[in-house]
C-alpha cells in the first residue's frame, strides 16, 4: 500500500495543475456542493473571512487546502465533449468550486482509481480525490478558532 501512495505521488508530480491559478492571487472564492451548505470566501486586509454562512475569521489553514484545489495535478484529459457529463456526475455538478471569477465544476469518482472528474470549462480531466474531498467538508471545520482561552484566575 505504501508503495502504490509513493507511486501515486511520483506520478502525480510530473502532471500539470489544474489551473493557472496562483492561490496567493486569489480574493474571493466560493464552494458548493450537494448536500452541503454554500460557503464564500474573500480576503480582507491579507486575511481570509467567511461571508457565508458565518461572517467570521475562516481558518487560513482550511482555506489554504481548499485554494490549493487549483492546483491538483491533471491525471488525465480528455477533451470536452468527449465524456457524457451525466455519466461522470457532472450534469449536474456534485460541486463546484469559484476562484474569483473562474468557475471549477467537480462530477463523480472514477470506479477504477478513485480519481475525481473535473470539468475546467476546456477539458474534463481527472484529479486525486484528495484534493477535492475538501470540497465537501462542513463550514464550521473553516472557521478560525481562538488563538487562544482566556487564562485561568486562582
Known sequence: MLVQLQLRHERAAAHEPLTDIDPAGVHRFAVECRGCTPRRF???????QMRAPHDAPADEAAVARLLAIATAPVLRRH???????????????QALLRLDDRELRFGATDAIDGDRYVDTGTAIVL????YTALLFEPA??????AASTPAATP
Open 79 to 93: 477533451a470536452a465533449g468527449a465524456l457524457d457529463p451525466a455519466r461522470i456526475g457532472l450534469q449536474p455538478p
Open 127 to 130: 484529479v486525486p480525490e484528495q
Open 140 to 145: 464550521e471545520r473553516e472557521i478560525a478558532r
Open 42 to 48: 474573500e480576503r480582507v486586509a491579507g486575511h481570509w
